[in-house]
Structures are given as structure tokens and as C-alpha cells.
């Protein structure tokens, strides 16, 4: 059974730093693009960024560009979200997510999501 | 960037309803569409992938269709399970990824 469980979320100010994570298991993890969701309270979603199974390629939102980095430890079927810089408008359920293409190819949707984790940034 | 909008933004039907929700891009994303149901508290679900294909495990009542521009979700007969938001997702291009804004299906 396919299973991706998110933690890390919290609350943290303005201007401070969090790091998500993203424990997958019940399928290959390093033959698949993973990618980070995210949910502002009352709000619909928002795709964050992905990352291609060994790494090398990586994509962003124009809005966390130069502040979130997303990456991936194949050895640990991990995927992480290293978030800089946060502000307000970065509160959010963040929902770590599969794009089903495998190891053939990238399709941009995703078939399988966690449970999410939330972000508060407050003060 | 392509920009996706949803109506109705509410919908409010009936148990063996028919039920259909319009999602409409900016410009043309051929058939790289899908769509996915959310309920309170929980992650969204895909249904439908390339604008009228079915994922595993979806009952026959969801359907897909539309190209181009305009792409419509069909639940042919609305069940209690069926209440939710459902949002469309185009991926089309690097422009990104972007979600419409939501369809909740409430009671009537």
C-alpha cells in the first residue's frame, strides 16, 4: 500500500525557517517525481514545486523561488521541503504528493498524497 | 501563466442528482487535465487524469470530458459519498501547475 506521511509543520515567525518531510513507502521512491502541495486555511491548492527522481531537476512556484528548496534522499525514501523566509501568506496544510509517470516519464498530476502537515506563520 | 476557473463555485443537489462542474483554462492545454475530489480534513483524490480517463478504483459515475479550453466533471447519479469540493488541475506546460479554484457540492 502506497503510503506518504508528511511531518515537520509548526509554528514559527516571520522571517524564520521550518523543514518538512516526507517518509514514503509501499512503492519505488526513486522511480518517481514527488512534488509538495500546499492548502492556506479556507483555500484552495496550490502546487509548490517537484523534483525528478535522482534530483537533478527541480522546479518552483514564482512565489517561494530563492526561499524554499525541495529535495530528496532516495537511501531514506524521503522527501523534504527546506522552507526560508517564511511569511504569512506561506500558512498552509502542506501535502507531499506522487506523480504516477514512474520512471518513464513526468505527467504533472498526482495520484497519491499524504495527510498533510500545517505551517502557521505567526508572530 | 494559465489561469483556471471553476463554476459553479457552489452547488448545492441532491442524492441521485446529475451533476455537471466547468473548469476553464486561459488558453489551450489540449487534454491535460485532471480532477480531484476533497473532503474536510483530508487530502484531495484523484478521479480523472487526462481530461476523461478514469483512475483505478473510481466509480463509473464520475466522468471526464472537454479539450482545448473547456472540460466538464459528470457525476451521473450524486451519492452521499459524493459531497465535496472537487478541483480541476491543469498540466499542461512549465508555466506550472495550477489548480482551479473549487466546486463544493453541498446538500439541498
Known amino acids: 500500500e502506497v503510503q506518504l506521511v508528511e511531518s515537520g509543520g509548526g509554528l514559527v515567525q516571520p522571517g524564520g525557517s521550518l523543514r518538512l518531510s516526507c517518509a514514503a513507502s509501499g512503492f519505488t521512491f526513486s522511480s518517481y517525481w514527488m512534488s509538495w502541495v500546499r492548502q492556506a486555511p479556507g483555500k484552495g491548492l496550490e502546487w509548490v514545486a517537484n523534483?525528478?527522481?535522482?534530483?537533478?531537476?527541480?522546479y518552483y512556484v514564482d512565489s517561494v523561488k530563492g526561499r524554499f528548496t525541495i529535495s530528496r534522499d532516495n537511501a531514506k525514501n524521503s522527501l523534504y521541503l527546506q522552507m526560508n523566509s517564511l511569511r504569512a501568506e506561506d500558512t498552509a496544510v502542506y501535502y507531499c504528493a506522487r506523480d504516477p509517470g514512474g520512471a518513464l516519464k513526468r505527467t504533472d498530476y498526482f495520484d497519491y498524497w499524504g495527510q498533510g502537515t500545517l505551517v502557521t506563520v505567526s508572530s | 501563466d494559465i489561469q483556471m476557473t471553476q463554476s459553479p463555485s457552489t452547488l448545492s443537489a441532491s442524492v441521485g442528482d446529475r451533476v455537471t462542474i466547468t473548469c476553464r483554462a486561459s488558453?489551450?492545454?489540449?487534454?491535460?487535465l485532471a480532477w480531484y475530489q476533497q473532503k474536510p480534513g483530508k487530502a484531495p483524490k484523484l478521479l480523472i487524469y487526462?481530461?476523461?480517463s478514469l483512475e483505478s478504483g473510481v466509480p463509473s459515475r464520475f466522468s471526464g470530458s472537454g479539450s482545448g479550453t473547456e472540460f466538464t466533471l459528470t457525476i451521473s447519479s450524486l451519492q452521499p459519498d459524493d459531497f465535496a469540493t472537487y478541483y480541476c488541475q491543469q498540466y499542461n506546460s512549465y508555466s506550472g501547475i495550477t489548480f482551479g479554484p473549487g466546486t463544493k457540492v453541498d446538500i439541498k
Open positions: 488558453q489551450s492545454i489540449s487534454s491535460w
Open positions: 523534483i525528478k527522481q535522482d534530483g537533478s531537476e527541480k
Open positions: 487526462k481530461a476523461s
